[in-house]
């Protein structure tokens, strides 16, 4: 009621000098035609009354303003403090809404989108109000007041769109990790797989939301996991790895597995190798080697079994000398270097009896 009584002596305000323009108008009209002998009393008489009546609406919007005048001071303090009550609702929204479920990497996607949808809920909520306490505001002249609740409005919003883009690739990340490992863990392309995760990764890092959230850190640590294990089984996809090293996985992590040709990647990662990560690398570094020392061994063999030394009669004497053509020599000093080396490798274990031989 109010608002309308004020509205209209806004009109009166707002339509006053293009009111009198056309009044005085209208008058110099019919002045000119009276001059002329083409004016008639009664149109006289009524432009004098609409200018009387226009007086008169202006001194009533006048007199009006001034005794609303009390009532509009205690409406705009009565609005003012609606808004500044609105204004601490939004800034208590604020500040509790990283305690919703939403915000928990255990959640799951879609409990979080329902509590989001939630939050879209009571956000256009608070909207009505800001609408309804805006208008007031702009009507008693103090449209600045109402900002600040758009702001907080605002930076929620940005928020909750966040984290349902956040959500969206959380889903994305799962589906992908769930579709790797249904495959065998053999058929698996871990240097591409790593590539890509590397790539989830710094889309993941880019994003503008919340990291320090349960949610951002929990699908993080999932890529992370994934950056190491993915080169666990790049290693122990080496051919070099034999039963004996799978014995020594297995006696490491305390599963008793199965052949690792049968294995699905689901099986390995339920291994959970991250947790040893430094030790199934000495491991694989150890089957590494050890595929060296056996390839060395085996071309030793052969190129001896092949050697023929070469034998001089020594004169006056039934004897002979023996010796090695210069080829073969520089070949002997070579493999003697190789021996040294295997020698002194801390993985000579499993060889050392044909090294030492050697």
Request: glycine content about 4%; some cysteine; charged content about 35%.
């Amino acid at each position: 009621m109010l608002i309308g009584v004020k509205d209209k002596i806004e009109d009166v305000k707002i339509k006053n000098d293009e009111i009198t323009l056309k009044l005085d108008q209208l008058e110099e009209a019919l002045s000119m035609l009276s001059k002329a002998g083409q004016s008639k009393d009664k149109q006289l008489k009524e432009n004098k009354k609409l200018n009387d009546d226009w007086g008169h609406v202006k001194k009533l919007a006048k007199d009006m303003e001034k005794e609303i005048k009390s009532s509009v001071v205690k409406e705009t303090e009565i609005n003012t403090k609606q808004i500044q009550a609105l204004e601490d609702s939004l800034k208590s929204f604020s500040s509790n809404l990283k305690k919703r479920e939403f915000y928990q990497y255990k959640t799951g996607r879609e409990v979080a989108m329902q509590k989001l949808e939630g939050v879209y809920t009571e956000i256009r909520e608070f909207e009505k109000q800001i609408e309804d306490k805006g208008y007031n505001a702009q009507k008693f002249g103090q449209p600045h007041l109402i900002e600040n609740c758009n702001k907080h409005v605002e930076a929620i919003s940005g928020e909750c769109a966040g984290m349902k883009i956040l959500w969206d690739q959380i889903y994305k990340l799962e589906t992908l990790f769930a579709s790797w490992l249904a495959n065998s863990w053999t058929n698996t392309r871990p240097y591409d797989m790593e590539d890509e995760a590397k790539k989830h990764m710094k889309n993941l890092k880019d994003m503008k939301v919340d990291k320090k959230s349960a949610a951002y850190l929990g699908i993080n640590d999932e890529i992370k996991k994934w950056l190491i294990f993915l080169p666990l089984i790049a290693d122990l996809r080496d051919e070099s790895m034999r039963l004996r090293h799978w014995n020594a996985i297995r006696k490491k992590v305390g599963v008793d597995f199965d052949d690792p040709e049968k294995l699905s990647l689901k099986d390995v990662y339920n291994l959970n190798l991250n947790k040893f990560q430094e030790d199934i690398e000495e491991i694989a570094d150890q089957a590494k080697q050890e595929a060296k020392m056996e390839k060395t061994l085996k071309k030793l063999s052969e190129t001896w079994s092949g050697i023929k030394f070469q034998f001089t009669p020594m004169k006056d004497s039934d004897l002979s000398t023996i010796k090695l053509s210069e080829e073969d020599f520089e070949l002997l000093e070579e493999n003697q270097m190789q021996v040294q080396s295997m020698c002194a490798s801390r993985y000579l274990a499993t060889f050392e009896e044909e090294v030492t031989t050697w």
